[in-house]
């Protein structure tokens, strides 16, 4: 009788199972084991699950406005989320003769359902109710909420979120801003909601409501080159917990969203998106904060 032990067929599998692997195979074992090369081979460079092959889709409203896009024309590389899309785009291996855009709804970008886009960059802010219908990527940029008034309203001076309590605001609906009003400054009326910030902003002008809020960026620029009657009237908090963030937007449940996440990060850790922040994007440093 042949007694076979624990650590003989420990061996036998050992050595049948070198003997089935594919000539080429690396070694795992020994300290000349190579690095697994799985994430690379789940995003080719220019070789992504995308909707039209060897083009990557890039989603976005329209219009679009500045600083995020420059002329309402994101082919055109200008704008802090235009230059981040052909960043990314480059970094999945997609050069910008190689990268397509598509205007879409900011509503209908966040809704369910299949999409027709790769991703879409509009300002979206990463929130837990919107992950139920799509995906983010990581986090491209950190932002705050901002008020902006006319110079002579009478809610132009205040300091603190409590002194708006009585004002009349208003904001573009679907958005983060319109949330801010509810949640942060919690008025003693009802925001105004407007289908867009060109909407908000001649409202405000027309003096129906006494002040929006829009993003950072976005108040610096209507208030430089937009409405010359119109200042910041501040910052609101940012309050506790993970900041307020922007990723670019995906179908729930898309191939590309760990590697879209993946070219983010990378442009992060190069600088990448610092620079062009400083390019685009006005410094927070001038706008007040309301306490």
């Known amino acids: 009788m042949t007694i076979v032990t624990r650590a003989g067929l420990l061996l036998a599998a050992t050595v049948l199972a070198a003997a089935c692997a594919p000539a080429d195979a690396p070694s795992t074992t020994g300290p000349s084991a190579a690095p697994s090369s799985a994430a690379g081979a789940a995003c080719p460079k220019g070789g992504l699950s995308t909707?039209?092959?060897?083009?990557?889709?890039?989603?976005?409203?329209?219009?679009?406005?500045?600083?995020?896009?420059?002329?309402?024309?994101?082919?055109?590389?200008?704008?802090?989320?235009?230059?981040?899309a052909y960043a990314v785009a480059?970094?999945?291996?997609?050069?910008?003769?190689?990268?397509?855009?598509?205007?879409?709804?900011?509503n209908a970008a966040i809704s369910p359902g299949p999409k027709s886009f790769d991703l879409n960059l509009t300002e979206f802010s990463i929130t837990d109710e919107r992950k139920q219908a799509v995906d983010f990527s990581a986090p491209y940029y950190d932002v705050k909420q901002a008020v902006v008034a006319l110079s002579d309203n009478a809610f132009a001076g205040t300091t603190t979120v409590a002194g708006l309590a009585g004002a009349r605001l208003g904001a573009q609906v679907g958005t983060t801003s319109y949330d801010a009003i509810n949640d942060v400054i919690k008025p003693n009326s009802p925001a105004a909601v407007f289908n867009t910030n060109d909407d908000a902003k001649l409202a405000l002008s027309n003096r129906q409501v006494d002040a929006i809020v829009v993003d950072l960026p976005t108040a610096f620029f209507i208030t430089s080159a937009e409405l010359q009657n119109a200042k910041i009237v501040g910052q609101l908090p940012a309050g506790t917990g993970t900041p307020e963030q922007f990723g670019a937007v995906l179908d729930k449940g898309s191939p590309l969203t760990s590697c879209v996440s993946e070219a983010v990060e990378a442009l992060r850790s190069a600088g990448t998106l610092a620079a062009l922040e400083q390019q685009w994007l006005t410094s927070a440093g001038s706008a007040p904060e309301l306490t």
Not at 62 to 84: I, K
């Open 51 to 84: 909707l039209v092959p060897d083009t990557l889709t890039v989603g976005t409203d329209q219009p679009v406005y500045q600083p995020w896009y420059v002329d309402d024309a994101p082919e055109n590389g200008q704008g802090f989320e235009s230059a981040v």
């Open 90 to 106: 480059d970094q999945l291996g997609y050069p910008k003769d190689k990268v397509a855009w598509t205007r879409v709804p900011f």
